[in-house]
């Protein structure tokens, strides 16, 4: 089981991430402050730190190097309201995996946390099974039934996108950050997310896979794991 | 025209004046003193002929061409000096002048006389030349010390209206400083240098107070709608009835909709507040064929065609975020607002930028869209702002943006030269 602490002052947003993070399975320490978070870095191990910049008692930037030397192993991700791009690469050179502004949705913040679990601590080599679905994020190959998919980079991130969020809404809007990140935020246009999951699912069907992607009315879409047909 | 030059013209042209004035002055003065002095001077003289008279025993014997003497009844009051002018057969130059005469009468060992005598005026043409002589004489020293000494001394005394328009121009938000000046002699510019500080100061706070409202906006607004996003995304996954779903999702939609409204509204306080700063020189022509790679896909899905004309290596000085910011936002609109299936047409040269997309008819006039939360369609999701940043880079930048819808085709022209 995956371990992580998060480090955020927002009360509420610190709770809206430990349920979620809880409801998928992983299990999520919490403080609120530099000094309680050096102290939590003494006594545990974990294999992901949350870390927000902004922070009471200092900036999380400080902190960077206090994980670095405690939990070498560790992976850190930045989330920040400041989007500023001095922030991020200063964040990112000091020895952060990975960068989130805010707000970033939960299911996001999520794939991400996995994606970093998968690359450092199980050296990229985890695939990822679910029924007949075979899905490698290393070489990005997707099997039905040991058949090759034929997918396109998108819909391959798609498809990894709704595994690690397994029968859990996700809206459109989280899909579109999450397959083109914020700059083309704006393009907030669903036909594109449309079309990208009808492909997915006619490919996953041709192959001979169930069809477990359904469309949730007015919010998005749902990697249901047990399909009604 | 320079200040120093319209001061020169104005003095001399009241310099012009005055010496007309002063030319006719010193012209009526010094006629009528050099007929005062001629008549005094021909009283000496019939002075003198009356004193000689006394000696002389026939005072008939002095009449000569220019003295007449009349005997007049002794009884008769005496006449005092009088002098006119008169003409007269002028007998060196042979021709009739304007001359002087005095007349007096005198009592001569008992006999009353009437003496008088006359002499040549000084023409007037002769004062008339000798004073407008003199008078362009001084004007042309005048001028030409004027011309020489007004640029010497105009240098020295706008020397401090120079310095402070050297700091206006430098003033910058960045730096935080209000304008200070170096006190000056000259009223005038203290009081402008008093204005100017008072003015700078008041600029500065303003700009801190929306610098600080738009930076509060944008990292407080954040955790409250992080917050509200992530309740209703945990809220999306509990068992919850259709009614309740739909609910949900109108609030979830809302919230995103916030969320872009705050980042783009952000960006543009940004740019308003000239926040990026550090112009580079960018090869447009790359960061358009790498931003039209990531739309490719978007494109195809809506089948879109692309047709492109790129000058290789078109330099524009801009900070590169602003230049992506130009480019997505130029395409992702020209995206958005197309037809299926539609084209674009792309151009870019060392004069201007020109993006024409086919598109539905507006409703109202296309340069409305330029208007932040202007939008040809209220339905679309769209918040609206996208064209307003591109409108504001390119006011930054200097260049000019066109708008047009003609033949079912919207085009944005952006000059990058002017």
Redesign the interface.
């Known amino acids: 089981m995956m371990k992580i602490l998060l480090i955020e002052d ?1 009360i ?2 610190s709770d ?2 430990t ?2 993070l809880a ?1 998928v399975g992983i299990f999520c320490d919490a403080c609120t402050n530099c000094f309680d978070a050096q102290d939590k870095l003494l006594i545990n191990s974990y294999d992901s730190i949350v870390l927000d910049i902004m922070l009471p008692d200092g900036t999380g930037l400080e902190l960077i190097d206090v994980i670095k030397k405690n939990q070498s192993k560790c992976n850190i991700l930045i989330i920040s ?3 500023s ?1 001095g922030d991020k690469i200063e964040g990112l050179e000091l020895g952060a995996d990975d960068y989130l502004t ?6 996001e913040l999520h794939a991400r946390l996995k994606a970093l679990y998968r690359r450092n601590q199980l050296g990229g080599s985890d695939v990822l099974t679910f029924n007949e679905i075979q899905v490698n994020p290393e070489n990005l190959q997707a099997l039905i039934n040991q058949t090759l998919l034929d997918l ?1 980079k ?1 819909e391959f991130d798609l498809l990894l996108f709704f595994l690690t969020n397994k029968d ?2 996700l ?1 459109r ?2 899909i579109v950050q999450h397959l083109w990140g914020d ?10 997310v449309y ?2 999951i009808k492909n997915l699912r006619k490919k996953i069907c041709q192959a001979g896979g169930k069809d477990y992607i359904e469309t ?4 998005g879409y749902k990697f249901n794991t047990s399909p009604e047909k | 025209m320079k200040l120093i030059n319209q001061f020169t013209i104005w003095y001399l042209g009241i310099s012009i004046i005055v010496f007309l004035i002063g030319g006719l002055l010193i012209f009526y003065k010094l006629e009528s003193e050099i007929d005062f002095e001629q008549g005094k001077e021909l009283e000496r003289q019939l002075d003198r002929y009356a004193k000689k008279m006394e000696t002389l025993e026939n005072p008939e014997r002095l009449r000569k061409d220019r003295l007449e003497i009349k005997e007049l009844p002794a009884d008769q009051a005496m006449i005092p000096f009088q002098s006119g002018d008169t003409l007269a057969w002028h007998e060196p130059l042979e021709q009739i002048e304007r001359q002087v005469k005095a007349g007096k009468s005198y009592l001569v060992n008992g006999r009353h006389f009437y003496m008088s005598t006359y002499n040549i005026m000084i023409e007037s043409n002769d004062i008339t030349e000798t004073v407008v002589q003199t008078m362009v004489a001084i004007f042309l020293m005048l001028l030409i010390f004027i011309a020489v000494t007004s640029r010497l001394v105009s240098k020295r005394i706008l020397q401090p209206f120079h310095q402070s328009l050297n700091r206006i121009k430098n003033f910058s938000f960045k730096d935080n400083q209000p304008l200070e000046f170096e006190p000056t002699k000259t009223e005038e510019f203290e009081k402008l240098h008093d204005f100017l500080n008072k003015m700078s100061i008041r600029l500065l706070s303003d700009y801190k107070v929306v610098k600080e409202f738009s930076e509060n906006l ?3 607004i ?2 409250p ?3 509200a ?3 209703l ?2 809220l ?2 509990s068992p919850i009835n259709n009614q309740q ?2 609910w ?3 609030a ?2 809302a919230n ?1 909709k916030m ?2 409204i705050v ?2 509204l952000a960006t543009l306080a940004k740019l308003e507040n000239q926040e990026f700063e550090g112009s580079q020189s960018i090869d447009l022509s790359r960061l358009i064929a790498d931003c039209l790679k ?2 490719e ?2 494109m195809g ?2 089948n879109i065609t692309l047709h492109q004309q790129l000058t290789p290596s078109v330099k524009i000085d801009m900070h590169p ?1 602003m230049a ?1 910011m130009l480019i ?2 130029l395409l ?1 609109n020209a ?2 607002h197309n037809e299926s299936p539609g084209y674009i047409y792309l151009e870019v040269n060392n004069k201007c930028l020109i993006i024409k997309n086919k598109g539905p008819k507006p409703t109202g006039n296309v340069t409305e869209y330029l208007k932040r939360f202007k939008k040809g369609n209220p339905m679309s ?3 609206g702002l ?1 064209l307003s940043i591109v409108q504001q880079i390119c006011r930054i930048h200097g260049y000019i943006l066109d708008y047009t819808f003609i033949n079912e085709e919207h085009q944005i022209t952006i000059q990058l030269q002017n």
């Open positions: 927002q509420e947003l809206n991430i349920e979620f409801s309201a400041k989007g791009l805010k707000p970033f949705h939960l299911a396109t998108k859990r809404v809206g809007q989280a700059y083309t935020d704006d393009l907030a246009n669903f036909d594109f079309q990208h949730v009315y007015g919010i | 944008s990292h407080e954040q955790t709608i992080a917050v996003s992530g309740k995304e945990l999306l996954n779903a739909n949900i999702a109108a979830y939609n995103e969320t872009k980042n783009s990531e739309y896909e978007l899905i809506k975020n992506e997505n936002n992702s995206i958005k999701e769209s918040i996208g």
